[in-house]
């Protein structure tokens, strides 16, 4: 017989993670800084070239992404177009943040390139053909496939948060050489 003299909770994984290292934070840095700096261009072109949006609503797979994008994206695209900045810069900000955010900011990123996957990039193509893939689905499946591992990460830090303890690691071990150099 148990006795349990208070609440108790278990804790036990679903899956394994591992804990967020070098590699596994450059990753999601890449990732980060992909939405970062492409959000302005959207703030630049919705303003100021929208058109070049157009093309997305032809490359599209499915008939209904095709007649949505001419219907309700394209009339409002400087709207929409700004929308999409904001979100990548979210995004982007949420990859770099900590544990459930960090997780957020992937799964957003992975299904916005999944959205892209059926919509396209814009290259003029004949759908379904191998170089319609290549040209318009070929990035975004293998960008949204790379995120995938980045799941198993457990990410205790901010990206902010680990580059400060990276430099308070590397100045502690360069004051434990110096003193050892005194010493001998």
């Given at each position: 017989m148990n006795d349990v003299s208070g609440p108790t909770t278990l804790r036990t994984p679903r899956h394994k993670q591992i804990t967020a290292g070098n590699w596994t934070n450059a990753a999601r840095l890449f990732f980060a800084l992909w939405y970062l700096l492409g959000s302005p261009s959207h703030v630049f072109y919705g303003i100021t070239n929208n058109q070049i949006y157009e093309i997305f609503g032809r490359t599209s797979i499915f008939a209904i992404s095709?007649?949505?994008?001419?219907?309700?994206?394209?009339?409002?695209?400087?709207?929409?177009?700004?929308?999409?900045?904001?979100?990548?810069?979210?995004?982007?900000?949420?990859?770099?943040?900590?544990?459930?955010?960090?997780?957020?900011g992937l799964g957003a990123s992975v299904l916005f390139n999944l959205f892209l996957v059926q919509l396209g990039v814009g290259f003029p193509e004949a759908r379904w053909s191998g170089r319609d893939f290549l040209l318009n689905r070929l990035f975004?499946?293998?960008?949204?496939?790379?995120?995938?591992?980045?799941?198993?990460?457990?990410?205790?830090?901010?990206?902010?948060?680990?580059?400060?303890?990276?430099?308070?690691?590397?100045s502690a071990q360069s004051h434990i050489t110096d003193f050892s150099r005194v010493e001998g």
């Open positions: 095709r007649e949505l994008w001419a219907s309700v994206v394209m009339p409002h695209i400087t709207f929409f177009a700004l929308l999409l900045a904001v979100f990548e810069m979210t995004t982007g900000i949420l990859i770099l943040s900590k544990d459930r955010l960090a997780r957020i975004c499946s293998l960008f949204a496939f790379l995120q995938l591992p980045l799941f198993w990460v457990r990410f205790d830090l901010s990206f902010p948060g680990f580059l400060r303890a990276r430099l308070r690691s590397r």
